[in-house]
């Protein structure tokens, strides 16, 4: 993981994900969380976290965002952002990095707050994670 300044397409990616937390539906936590993907051939997609009464119901900006973006026709994710206008570092949960990991087990993640921006790899994020391919 590391902290460095953004390339502008980076940049980019972060904005509108702060652009999609704007939209997320987060009564029970507060926390309004916005991603953005892009895909091998530049196409993005949003999402935000939308929660229910129910949490196991609720469904993570993230996923939200890959969900779209294969149901689209894309399953070739490059790199994600993922923003929350929160103080404290707010990685991406675990069902969501394995959902990542379906993917692109090297995608770049790219998570926000107020504060800080932190770059990583889903490698170092999820280190051993479930695959078809045997080990």
Known sequence: MEQRALTSSEQELLDLAKAASLKAYAPYSGYKV?????CE????????????????????????AIFRAVLE??????????????DQPFPPC???????????????????NRNETIISDLGALLPGHFSLEKV
């Open 41 to 64: 051939d530049g196409s993005v997609f949003l999402g935000a976290n939308i929660e229910n009464a129910s949490y196991s119901l609720t469904i993570c900006a993230e996923r939200n």
């Open 94 to 112: 675990g069902a969501c990095r394995q959902v990542m990991a379906e993917f692109n087990p090297k995608m770049k993640v790219i998570f926000a």
């Open 73 to 86: 026709g894309h399953q070739d994710i490059r790199e994600i952002a993922i923003y929350v206008d929160v």
């Open 34 to 38: 916005g991603s953005a993907l892009r």
